[in-house]
């Protein structure tokens, strides 16, 4: 089946080892630190079953209550430090690759576009919450 969606494509090159990026992206008491695109929003919840065949949910609000909604899917592959694909629950794909390189780990994140909201719009959510894990991991031991 042909894909219907336009791809996005966000990059980060995070200094750190593939093995301590790959736990701050999987492990939900991480997640919940990291992943918002904006000062104004957070994660306060994260599950994360990070297998082929397992499920994970994000519950994204806007601090001031004003707005939320879940982010999750299904996990179509996993490889340990390497990669991870999913769909969304709206069968979108993602397909996040982990490239380690030295003491540096390069991230290159590959999203089907949803219709609502401009291109540009979502890569740079996309790439604010990415920038947000890499100075999120970067300042934590």
């Known amino acids: 089946m042909e894909n219907q969606f336009q791809s996005i494509t966000v ?3 995070v200094n750190a080892p593939v ?13 919940t630190k990291w992943c918002a695109a904006s000062d104004d929003w957070h994660t306060p919840r994260a599950e994360n079953d990070l297998r082929t065949g397992g499920q994970f949910l994000s519950r994204m609000e806007a601090k001031d209550g004003s707005f939320g909604f ?6 179509d592959d996993v490889k340990t430090n390497e990669l991870i694909a999913y769909t969304m629950g709206d069968g ?9 390189s030295g003491s540096a780990t390069k991230i290159v994140e590959t ?8 291109i540009e719009m979502q890569r740079g959510g996309w790439q604010a919450i990415l920038d947000n894990f890499k100075k999120y991991t970067e300042s934590h031991s």
């Open 111 to 118: 999203f089907d576009a949803e219709t609502q909201n401009p």
């Open 11 to 13: 990059e980060s090159t």
């Open 70 to 75: 879940d982010f999750g899917g299904v996990y």
């Open 19 to 31: 093995e301590k990026v790959w736990k701050f992206w999987s492990a939900p008491e991480h997640i």
């Open 92 to 100: 979108r794909k993602v397909k996040i690759t982990f490239s380690p």
